[in-house]
């Protein structure tokens, strides 16, 4: 290895990558590895949904495969037994067990919740009682009662809600929920809302802009072995991510100081007042908005 190639390594696997336990898997252990690839490659890994825990988890319960959700191993999606004997519609002598199994993974295989609802809402007609009232004229009054259908071979079967249901692998708050939504047209129009809301703990767009700015405020060190091939620039090597930091926290208090004697806490909003964003977020937003590193001369 020619010692140009080795001063690049070193350039690109300074010390700071250390302080990141994923930039350290990226990192080649190996001397062979292709130098202009490390050039190329972004500092921070990417986002990547796909690869998310949830998403996975998701994905196998799309196959009706065993899952975990909030911590909780869930079984595969498969239909739960039934016995319609006493079932005027006698759905089990109509549907077989494997027509049951094909109906479970069709509806859990489209995956998409908006498409799920669609699914139930193509399949449950809800019509106004015949009998409205009640006996004696008074009390509770039956709104809705609804009808349930299969297609099955081309057909639309009639079942009881407890077949629908149990074959399907749902609660009836899922079809309480795709009423709840339903257009004029028997579209469902609803959002999924779960998981959807904003985190407390999520960082304010004015912290993360303040962040970046004091990031920016560092003065940046041309560099003679990667400039002409890379966009990354090159801060002081006496810096680290910890020392820029601190000092961010240091100016994050002064700004403090200074909004209080202004008269104003710099914040309008009347939120609950948070302090200087994490470490972490701090080098997220290092890694991710910039390409910065800390510059290694030959000697050192
Ligand atoms: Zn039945």
């Known amino acids: 290895m020619s010692s140009r190639t080795r001063r690049i390594l070193a350039l690109c696997t300074s010390h700071h990558l250390l302080d990141n336990p994923e930039e350290t898997e990226e990192t080649p252990e190996t001397e062979n590895a292709d130098i202009q690839q490390i050039r190329d490659r972004s500092r921070w890994r990417k986002r990547n949904p796909q690869h998310w825990k949830v998403n996975v988890e998701r994905r196998k319960r799309s196959d009706c495969l065993p899952y975990t959700i909030k911590k909780k191993d869930q079984p595969g999606k498969a239909p739960k037994p039934i016995v319609c004997d006493r079932c005027r519609f006698k759905c089990t002598s ?14 859990w295989s489209l995956f998409d919740f908006k498409r799920q609802k669609d699914f139930i809402l193509t399949r449950v007609k809800s019509c106004v009682p015949e009998r409205r009232r009640s006996r004696t004229g008074e009390g509770c009054e039956r709104s809705d009662s609804k009808q349930y259908f299969f297609m099955v071979d081309g057909e639309d079967v009639r079942v009881c809600q407890a077949f629908f249901l149990k074959t399907l692998c749902i609660s009836n708050v899922a079809v309480f929920n795709a009423f709840k939504s339903k257009d004029g047209f ?13 985190p407390s703990n999520k960082t304010k767009p004015q912290e993360i802009a303040f962040v970046k700015q004091h990031i920016d405020s560092f003065r940046k060190v041309p560099s003679d072995y990667c400039r002409s091939t890379t966009q990354r620039q090159y801060l002081d090597p006496t810096l680290s991510i ?59």
Not at 98 to 104: M, N
Not at 187 to 192: L, Q, T
Request: some cysteine; charged content about 35%; proline content about 1%.
């Open 186 to 198: 028997g579209c469902y129009v609803g959002e999924d809302l779960r998981g959807k809301h904003e």
């Open 94 to 107: 109509k549907i077989t067990e494997t027509q049951r199994g094909e109906l479970c993974a069709c509806y």
């Open 242 to 300: 910890s020392k820029m930091y601190a000092l961010y926290r240091e100016e994050w208090e002064k700004k403090q100081v200074m909004g209080q004697e202004q008269g104003n806490d710099g914040d309008t909003t009347g939120e609950k007042k948070k302090g200087p964003v994490s470490f972490i977020t701090y080098k997220r937003v290092f890694g991710e908005d910039f390409n910065l590193s800390f510059f290694q001369s030959e000697e050192g």
